[in-house]
């Protein structure tokens, strides 16, 4: 008679632009039901600082995973958020204009969020879920990063309203289109 063992693994993976851990109660998660406004942003501003605004947010990840022989069966749980508490605008310079780019920080934040669960989905897990999983993560944070820093400066940080207009019909495209990942 052969016993089978299962291995159970828990992990908890975070990530934030400021380091600071999602799990939080104040924060807020993505909807699209719930758009930012300046009440969310509840840090003291950078006054000597360039940016007129700042949006914490980025993308949790934790998963827990059973192994039965080499049969990997998973749970796992994926969520974009916001920090008011260290996102931050400069009042003198506040319009709607700067709150609908900060806003769109948020949105690719829950774009990359959608992006990692369509990866995960689609992803065939071996015994070796962990690294796995750490890699589709830091993978996806990498391009959150990278997708955030093309859009400030192909929009100049909200000043280029072309690009902004561009910008917002582009993100709502691929939050259309990654819309069974929600």
Not at 70 to 78: A, G, L
Not at 101 to 123: C, G, P, T, V
Not at 158 to 170: C, D, E, G, M
Request: glycine fraction near 2%; charge should be positive.
């Amino acid at each position: 008679m052969t016993k089978q063992f299962t291995i159970v693994v828990i992990v908890w993976l975070l990530f934030s632009f400021n380091t600071i851990a999602a799990q939080d109660e104040n924060t807020i998660r993505w909807s699209s039901e719930r758009k930012l406004t300046w009440n969310d942003f509840r840090g003291e501003p950078e006054i000597h600082s360039s940016p007129a605004a700042v949006t914490a947010s980025g993308i949790d990840h934790g998963f827990s995973a059973s192994l039965v022989g080499q049969k990997v069966t998973y749970e796992s749980q994926v969520h974009c958020y916001f920090i008011p508490e260290k996102s931050w605008y400069k009042k003198q310079l506040a319009d709607e204009a700067l709150l609908a780019h900060e806003q769109l920080h948020f949105d690719i934040a829950e774009l990359h969020a959608r992006m990692l669960r369509k990866r995960i989905s689609n992803y065939k897990f071996t015994p070796n879920i962990k690294k796995e999983m750490n890699t589709l993560y830091s993978n996806t944070v990498k391009q959150l990063k990278e997708f955030q820093k093309n859009y400030d400066q192909a929009t100049n940080y909200s000043i280029n309203t072309n690009q902004q207009k561009i910008w917002q019909a582009k993100v709502a495209a691929l939050l259309k289109e990654y819309s069974d990942y929600q």
